[in-house]
């Protein structure tokens, strides 16, 4: 009587967890042509150790990396993958193309590549970015576009490059220089004043 509550035991559990078993699926494809549906535990660069079930129970086993042609990994869903852009919102002072108080929205392609718009009070500006890292948290180099002022608040627009920190969690700021395009009458010097600004400015930024 014992063994046959045990056996209704384990084929509960089995009922139970078959679903996240075949979710959580990998597949290992071997360069003869024959591939494993398994769960990868590790892998380095001599072997691949999995698990894979043998007659409805789980047997571990491995295999050397001379052997495999690929693995594949199932989809998690809402996870992002790395073919996948990624946004993010940046808010601060002479943020948005060197505006008193600004926003930058950014999208970042696959291949580290970072395109940038931005607008505030009162200005607007674009940039394109260089990320360090293939990650919308990573520091960059910028080529940027400000356009400080408005109409007849405009002071000045300059073209520059500089380089952008962002912190793991919020915090980013950035140093850089700018060659003046045009001044405007809001500009408050008109004599002898440099082609040449430095250009700073620093904020929060959020992923999307």
Known sequence: MKILVMKKYNLLLLILFAP????????????NGSYLNCKIIK?????????????NRLVAGSMNMSEVKKIIYPKVPNEKTKSENELGLT???LQGGGSLIGADLEMLFPNSIGIQFGLG??????????HLKKTIRSSFLSLQYLHQGI??????SLIGPAFVYRGNK?????LGFGIVQNRGSAY???NNYSPLMLTYAFGAYLPL
């Open 43 to 55: 892998e380095d660069s001599s072997k691949v150790f999995y698990e894979t079930k043998v007659k």
């Open 20 to 31: 996240l078993w075949a979710i959580s699926q990998d597949i290992i494809i071997a360069k």
């Open 188 to 190: 408050p010097v008109k």
């Open 151 to 156: 109409g007849d608040s405009f002071s000045q």
């Open 170 to 174: 919020w915090l980013t700021a950035q």
């Open 121 to 130: 009070i009162a200005g607007y500006g674009c940039a394109f970015n260089v």
């Open 91 to 93: 808010v601060g002072f």
